[in-house]
Structure formats: C-alpha cells, structure tokens
C-alpha cells in the first residue's frame, strides 16, 4: 500500500468518527488527528492510529455512561473499522 493510501484511508476513517461524535473538544482532537495523519511522514501513521483507536473508545465508554446506545453504536462500528485497517495495514500489531 501506498503511503497516500494509507493516510487517505486513515483520515477518512477519522472523519466518519468525527460525524458520530457530538463532543465538541474530542471533535477537536479528532480534527487534529485527522490533520497529521494528513500531513506526517508514514513512519507517524502508527501512532496517529494508536492515539485515534485510544479516543474512539473513550468515546464509546463515553456514550454508554450516558446510555446513549446510538451513538455507541455508531462509534463502536467505526472504531471496529479503524481497528480492522490499521491491523490488516500493518499499522498496529497483532495483540
């Protein structure tokens, strides 16, 4: 895979998490992971992965606290998708 591949799929990844969320700083951070996930060198792209899978499940552990089942629901689907592609990329080590 191409270092532009990856860091599309990524970022695009990101944003869908950023569409399910409605807290406005892990928009935010969202945003700024999306932004150097965008602009860094691959050697980066690991760890942008780590930090946004780390947020995406804050975010879902966030949702069931306020028993808002549809917002997990759709987090935990795009957390599960960047999950899936940062482990088949070779982005993250099998655990």
């Given at each position: 895979m191409t270092w532009q591949y990856?860091?599309?799929?990524?970022?695009?990844?990101?944003?869908?998490?950023?569409?399910?969320?409605?807290?406005t700083s892990s928009e935010r951070d969202i945003a700024r992971l999306r932004c150097e996930a965008e602009t860094a060198a691959i050697a980066a792209l690991p760890s942008v992965a780590t930090r946004a899978l780390a947020l995406a499940d804050a975010l879902c552990w966030e949702s069931l606290s306020r028993a808002?089942?549809?917002?997990?629901?759709?987090?935990?689907?795009?957390?599960?998708?960047?999950?899936?592609f940062s482990r088949c990329s070779g982005l993250l080590e099998d655990a």
């Open positions: 990856l860091a599309g799929e990524l970022s695009l990844l990101l944003g869908q998490l950023q569409a399910v969320t409605s807290d808002d089942t549809e917002a997990f629901s759709h987090q935990a689907r795009v957390c599960a998708d960047l999950c899936d």
